[in-house]
């Protein structure tokens, strides 16, 4: 579900991609996104919302959505039927998000996520303070009323991309107060990443070509 009042992580989204490109927002909303795409990129698009009302709206407005699950639909798509696969601020809030992240590599050539980051030096700061799951302005539910399922830091997203073997292309980290950064080489990126965006690919990796080891040939020997 995206939150009205993010948008500098959809202007990110549009400067990753490519123009002329079939793009799948998983988790679409109204399609407001899938709009900016369509306009200013070119792209042929398509929507997965889970809320009929949602679905509705869009379909309204001339774009093509369907009501479906993300974590038990995204298998009716064929291998690689998409250039980009979109998660917008929703990875947190699904059961399985590896299962669902996995999917998406399958069926999209490189996929874009955004999510927060939940080790923000803000939020540990809170937590050490209270020692109570932080309430703010962007986390705004209780612990028990949040519909995110899983609080995954900047280090835990890029250990499980290492382990699954999913290639980081690009990785852009917003602080709280919009200024842009490359998360890649910036040592105190898990403290100061407020949001983060990522460009991701499927390693595709290549057997091995051993060349032969050349041997001198054996000096003629002189017989007597």
């Not at 995206?2 to 400067?15: F, G, T, Y």
């Not at 990129?41 to 509705?56: H, M, P, S, Y």
């Not at 995110?148 to 890029?158: G, P, R, V």
């Not at 032969?212 to 007597?224: D, E, L």
């Amino acid at each position: 579900m995206k939150v009205q009042s993010i948008r500098k992580d959809w202007e990110l989204i549009q400067k990753l991609v490519e123009e002329n490109k079939k793009i799948i927002d998983v988790g679409c909303g109204s399609g407001e996104l899938l709009k900016k795409l369509k306009n200013n990129k070119g792209a042929e698009t398509r929507g997965l919302e889970i809320d009929g009302d949602l679905v509705r709206e869009a379909i309204a407005n001339g774009l093509s959505v369907v009501q479906g699950n993300a974590e038990t639909d995204l298998f009716q798509y064929g291998e690689s039927s998409f250039d980009y696969v979109i998660l917008s601020q929703t990875l947190q809030a699904m059961h399985n998000p590896k299962e669902v992240l996995d999917q998406m590599l399958k069926i999209g050539s490189k996929v874009i996520v955004s999510f927060p980051n939940f080790g923000h030096w803000k939020i540990r700061l809170k937590l050490f303070l209270d020692g109570k799951m932080p309430v703010t302005k962007d986390l705004p539910f209780a612990w028990y009323e949040t519909p995110n399922i899983h609080f995954f830091t900047l280090k835990d997203f890029e250990e499980m991309c290492a382990n699954s073997k999913i290639y980081i292309e690009k990785s852009i980290g917003l602080t709280d107060n919009g200024k842009q950064f490359n998360i890649e080489g910036s040592f105190y990126s898990n403290l100061i990443t407020h949001e983060a965006i990522f460009l991701l690919s499927k390693k595709k990796f290549e057997p091995i070509k051993i060349k032969a080891k050349k041997f001198p040939s054996s000096p003629n020997i002189a017989t007597a």
